[in-house]
């Protein structure tokens, strides 16, 4: 009786406490984001024709400009017409054959294949060689020697080796191979292959990994892992689901090559486990009903729209890229560094969203890679689980599991972020970017592990426990925006 009148007393306080916070939340947050926005207009106004990459807009008046400086996003929007046109007819074949001629893996991975030769041969033209070179040696390697327990070394050093010397040799010229193969030189395509190898590369090793684990048996609990999963509760199934079936009879060359090169996918991602894939395109997916991947699209649309509305008004990259933060006020460069932020989280946002939605209507579901906002990330690790959260789960499914997961986490990030920096380029700000990560999850994994280990007693006390973690969350926040302006410093140097 004395502990069911504790414990009401305990809840009676938090919700006090709650409450009270709440009343104080809410008028800061408004206060906070109208100052933002009108000093982000501010200056945006003052200082507009001294930026870089700013073009005539649409919106409100013929006079008015929009920031297009981020070359990533100026490419993406400018061909998005096509793109959208393109991915529309390939939609429509694919499950059209479906359909009609009830076609199965097999059947969709030639379709998928010819389908995405054609999107390849545009993009690369004949570098689809090395493409093609690269990827049926790894599926030899793959065949040859899945079954030693060598193998995952042998996987990664292959794979590092053409990640590497792809970028050291900016892709190959056929002139190296023979003068009378320089004539190819000219055929090269709209887009660097190099660069679309990165995401390849990555296919290639969840090929090798799966096949692999396939030959030793699986370990995995399936009734286990339905117990605990909301997902499969719900009747549907969740992407562990789709990564550990029993897909024996796919590892073929034909299924290999259409996952690697699976058009929806193939430039940007998300990235997605070849178990995955391979069982989806068996059974399409049914977690997303039409009406579901319809409402998808529209807060697509939504979402576009507001990045319009950003790059209108606020010209924050354009600051980025001029250099002329610079010149501001500590103030403003923190302004300047927040919408950096928030408009390249929006950036990746809109870019990743759009290529997993037509592979949705193409019936292959990839995990979401932006599934939290940026704003809403207290703490180094959360933020790095929910942005570009399909890299993520491929990092913990191949490298860090198998490194020995949580028992030697602070050893194997170590050994996790070379390879991110290197995934992205061969640069040693990229390399110092990611160590200096490395020594700022240290301290964060101590704290969390001790915040772990202390349970509030009071109402009190668990106000104090969500101060703390506000508080670690604007730091978090704050050297977000510093990385982002040193990396813009460099860009500027270099």
């Given amino acids: 009786m004395l502990n069911e009148t504790k414990m009401k007393k305990k809840k009676k306080m938090q919700a006090y406490f709650s409450k009270g916070e709440l009343m104080v939340l809410i008028p800061y947050a408004i206060a906070f984001y109208v100052f933002i926005i009108r000093r982000s207009l501010q200056i945006s106004h003052d200082h507009f024709s001294k930026l870089y990459g700013l073009r005539p807009g649409w919106l409100f008046s013929p006079q008015s400009l929009n920031d297009v400086s981020d070359a990533q996003w100026r490419n993406f929007r400018s061909n998005l017409p096509i793109l959208t046109v393109v991915f529309t007819l390939f939609a429509v074949l694919a499950n059209t054959f479906r359909t009609f001629f009830n076609l199965k893996a097999r059947g969709m991975s030639i379709l998928w294949l010819f389908i995405s030769f054609i999107y390849l041969f545009y993009l690369h033209g004949a570098c689809v060689i ?23 070394f042998l996987l990664w050093i292959f794979n590092i080796f053409f990640l590497i010397f792809n970028r050291v040799y900016e892709g190959y010229s056929f002139s190296i191979f023979g003068q009378h193969w320089a004539y190819l030189d000219n055929f090269r395509g709209t887009f660097r292959w190099h660069i679309c190898f990165n995401f390849v590369i990555l296919r290639m090793i969840s090929f090798g990994y799966d096949y692999h684990w396939a030959q030793q048996g699986s370990h995995f609990d399936h009734e286990k892992h339905v117990q605990r999963c909301h997902v499969c509760k719900s009747g549907k199934l969740c992407y562990q689901i789709q990564q550990e079936r029993n897909i024996s009879e796919n590892y073929t ?5 259409c996952y690697l090169v699976y058009a929806p996918l193939y430039i940007s991602g998300p990235i997605i486990s070849f178990n995955a894939f391979a069982s989806q395109l068996e059974v399409p997916q049914n977690n997303y009903l039409r009406r579901d991947v319809l409402w998808y699209g529209l807060r697509w649309i939504f979402s576009l729209l507001l990045m319009e509305l950003m790059t209108h008004i606020f010209y924050y990259n354009a600051f980025a890229v001029s250099g002329m933060w610079k010149l501001l006020s500590p103030l403003d460069v923190f302004i300047i560094g927040y919408g950096v932020l928030n408009f390249m989280w929006l950036k990746f946002f809109l870019i990743w969203r759009y290529f997993r ?23 180094l ?12 789960k491929w990092l913990v499914r191949y490298m860090y599991i198998p490194l020995g997961g949580s028992q030697k986490k602070l050893y194997n990030i ?3 972020f070379t390879f991110v920096a290197v995934w992205h380029d061969l640069e040693w700000k990229l390399l110092s970017w990611a160590w200096l ?14 915040a772990d280990s202390f349970q509030a007693e009071s109402a009190f006390g668990g106000f104090l426990v969500r101060e703390l973690r506000a508080f670690a969350g604007s730091i978090t926040i704050t050297c977000l925006m510093c990385n982002q302006q040193w990396m813009s410093c460099e860009y500027l140097t270099s």
């Fill in 130 to 152: 090395f493409i093609l070179s690269i990827a049926s040696l790894n599926f030899l390697l793959v065949k040859s020697f899945a079954r030693r327990n060598y193998f995952p």
């Fill in 253 to 257: 060359f034909a299924m290999y090559l």
């Fill in 357 to 379: 939605l037509w592979s949705l209507i193409c019936g292959i579901e990839a995990p979401e890679n932006m599934p939290r906002c940026v704003n809403n990330c207290h703490n």
């Fill in 381 to 392: 690790e959360t933020f790095w689980k929910n942005w570009h959260a399909s890299f993520n």
């Fill in 414 to 416: 170590w050994a996790i």
């Fill in 437 to 450: 990560t490395c020594l700022f999850f240290i301290p964060e994994m101590v704290v969390k592990s001790a």
